[in-house]
């Protein structure tokens, strides 16, 4: 890595401390749209709160709208011992939806998709007013959800239906793979998509039969409690959908500890955890986990689009999107072309967080968040990194706002070079040949995206084939892939185990089961036959089989 910083300085940059800080901060985006408290009233939360399991007198726990920092709800939260009750229900009502055929159970998705449309607007002022992400970067989880609801709506009978397999014995045994809903899933989310990761990967589960006991991020729970309302609304049996909030040290384990199977997401230090606690059950468990991507922009990339592609692919969401681009990795020969490109592209976003669209970029979703974003940059800053655009808080638009920041002339010491920002935080690196690039892009234990820019599509699709992340995706930073969702989506290396979407994204809520019927005769000596006479027919059967490219 330190190699392909070698001439790092080659753009003159000041740093953040030089720069005039009035005349080159991001502008504010216009405001506009309701505000949180108008959006998000004492009413709402309370009928939504009435879906969390939560019995007795239970602690309340409050959150914060990000945007302004303003009280936004006093959540109820479960205890390990809701938790169990969560899991009684969910258990009683499954088995009969189970009995359903799929096309009735997959019908309800196709429902969910038609009313998630018609009333996005909801949903999109609760995931604002969670998240603080921008109005455009939340309409991403709707446009992700429906895509899941409308494929597994339609797919779901194709990937679930019984297939036949040639038997032990030709015509004598039929054997047929059939697949079981493994039962109640234990489904743990994060906060940063909270639309799509609570309700995205659970989708599949209820199409493949089975219940689910959802435990969301506390920030994000209404946003959550909502989508259970509308699928609620689209058929879903209630009980089938269980939602328990709560510390996640505490309530997460509670949810291994009872789950037929895990769908984690969320960082990979927390995914180890739930999945030695799984093993420790043997039960199995699909861990979507942190990532440290890159972008290789080639030398015959179309800078202007790449550049483009850059802002989306590392500020989307704030930079708080698992797959978002950290490292951009660019042929030395176009290195500075681009880098002014993306630089003043950056430098235009406007930043804001009313209720509508208009803003490019929203606020960081918490404290936490914000103290990682400006530790990885005033770390890099002290080390020798250059700002390039910018780098710095700004409270003057909400409490954890900071700018879309562009560091150059990052090292292997710096924590931002391998470590996870999770915020709206890219570095430049420059290489000369393909090989170097990619020891570049794998270098790091993660493996979730990747992004690849060239005119040369043959070029790109080679090259993807060197990289070990679970997407990649040529000529676009993430959401090709991620919108292909009848493809897999997961990652490989510390990015984790198991995938949504596509086949797998079904199949892991199921468990196979073959069964085998056998006719007319058994697979043993029979007809008089004495077992050496036996051995000899089968060994002649298969020399037979074999002949006839039969097995
Ligand atoms: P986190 O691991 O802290 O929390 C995720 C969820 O796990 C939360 O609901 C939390 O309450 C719960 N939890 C916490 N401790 C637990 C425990 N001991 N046992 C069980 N559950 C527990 O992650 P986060 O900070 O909320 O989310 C950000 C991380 O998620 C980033 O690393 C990001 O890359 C990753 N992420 C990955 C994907 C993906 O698809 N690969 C998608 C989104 C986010």
């Given at each position: 890595?330190?190699?392909?910083?070698?001439?790092?300085?080659?753009?003159?940059?000041?740093?953040?401390?030089?720069?005039?800080?009035?005349?080159?901060?991001?502008?504010?985006?216009?405001?506009?749209?309701?505000?949180?408290?108008?959006?998000?009233?004492?009413?709402?939360?309370?009928?939504?709160?009435?879906?969390?399991?939560?019995?007795?007198?239970?602690?309340?726990?409050?959150?914060?709208?990000?945007?302004?920092?303003?009280?936004?709800?006093?959540?109820?939260?479960?205890?390990?011992?809701?938790?169990?009750?969560?899991?009684?229900?969910?258990?009683?009502?499954?088995?009969?939806?189970?009995?359903?055929?799929?096309?009735?159970?997959?019908?309800?998705?196709?429902?969910?998709?038609?009313?998630?449309?018609?009333?996005?607007?909801?949903?999109?002022?609760?995931?604002?007013?969670?998240?603080?992400?921008?109005?455009?970067?939340?309409?991403?989880?709707?446009?992700?959800?429906?895509?899941?609801?409308?494929?597994?709506?339609?797919?779901?009978?194709?990937?679930?239906?019984?297939?036949?397999?040639?038997?032990?014995?030709?015509?004598?045994?039929?054997?047929?793979?059939?697949?079981?809903?493994?039962?109640?899933?234990?489904?743990?989310?994060?906060?940063?998509?909270?639309?799509?990761?609570?309700?995205?990967?659970?989708?599949?589960?209820?199409?493949?039969?089975?219940?689910?006991?959802?435990?969301?991020?506390?920030?994000?729970?209404?946003?959550?409690?909502?989508?259970?309302e509308l699928l609620i609304e689209a058929g879903l049996p209630a009980d089938l959908w269980q939602v328990v909030i709560g510390d996640g040290p505490v309530i997460g384990p509670a949810v291994v500890e009872h789950a037929d199977y895990v769908s984690f997401t969320g960082s990979t230090r927390t995914g180890r955890e739930v999945a030695q606690r799984a093993a420790a059950r043997l039960v199995g468990a699909s861990l979507e986990l942190g990532g440290k991507n890159a972008m290789l922009v080639l030398a015959d990339a179309d800078l202007d689009r790449a550049a483009e592609g850059a802002v989306r692919a590392c500020f989307s969401s704030a930079g708080q999107l698992c797959i978002s681009i950290e490292r951009l990795l660019v042929h030395r020969s176009v290195a500075d072309e681009f880098l002014a490109r993306f630089a003043a592209r950056t430098r235009a976003l406007r930043l804001g967080g009313g209720l509508a669209y208009g803003a490019d970029m929203g606020s960081l979703v918490s404290v936490r968040q914000l103290d990682a974003t400006v530790r990885h940059v005033e770390d890099a800053v002290k080390a020798g990194a250059t700002v390039v655009a910018g780098g710095r808080a700004r409270p003057d638009l909400g409490p954890f706002f900071h700018e879309p920041t562009i560091l150059d002339g990052v090292t292997a010491d710096m924590a931002v070079c391998a470590e996870e920002t999770f915020g709206p935080v890219v570095a430049v690196y420059r290489f000369d040949t393909e090989d170097e690039a990619v020891t570049a892009a794998n270098s790091t234990p993660y493996g979730l995206n990747s992004s690849v820019w060239t005119r040369d599509l043959r070029r790109g699709r080679k090259l993807a084939a060197r990289l070990r992340t679970g997407t990649v995706n040529v000529n676009e930073g993430y959401a090709a892939a991620y919108g292909s969702v009848s493809s897999p989506m997961g990652g490989m290396g510390e990015s984790g185990l198991g995938r949504r979407h596509g086949a797998e994204g079904i199949l892991r809520y199921t468990e196979a089961q073959t069964v085998a019927s056998q006719r007319l005769m058994p697979i043993a000596p029979a007809f008089g036959l004495d077992d050496r006479q036996f051995a000899a027919v089968l060994t002649g059967g298969l020399r037979v089989l074999k002949a006839l490219r039969f097995k």
């Open positions: 890595m330190t190699d392909l910083t070698a001439d790092a300085t080659a753009i003159e940059q000041p740093g953040a401390a030089d720069r005039n800080p009035a005349a080159d901060r991001n502008p504010a985006a216009p405001g506009g749209g309701r505000t949180v408290a108008a959006a998000v009233p004492p009413s709402l939360v309370s009928r939504l709160a009435a879906g969390i399991t939560a019995a007795g007198e239970p602690a309340l726990v409050e959150t914060v709208a990000p945007l302004t920092g303003e009280l936004l709800a006093g959540l109820p939260q479960s205890t390990p011992a809701d938790v169990e009750v969560a899991f009684q229900l969910a258990r009683r009502a499954q088995p009969a939806w189970a009995a359903l055929p799929v096309r009735r159970r997959a019908a309800v998705l196709l429902r969910f998709h038609d009313l998630l449309l018609k009333r996005q607007d909801e949903v999109l002022d609760l995931i604002q007013a969670e998240t603080g992400k921008a109005r455009l970067h939340a309409f991403e989880e709707v446009l992700a959800v429906a895509m899941a609801a409308r494929h597994y709506g339609r797919a779901a009978h194709s990937y679930l239906r019984d297939k036949r397999h040639g038997g032990a014995l030709p015509v004598l045994t039929q054997a047929i793979e059939a697949r079981r809903p493994k039962g109640v899933i234990g489904h743990i989310s994060p906060w940063n998509y909270p639309l799509e990761l609570s309700i995205g990967d659970a989708l599949p589960a209820f199409a493949a039969g089975n219940a689910v006991v959802n435990k969301p991020d506390t920030q994000t729970a209404l946003t959550a409690l909502w989508a259970r």
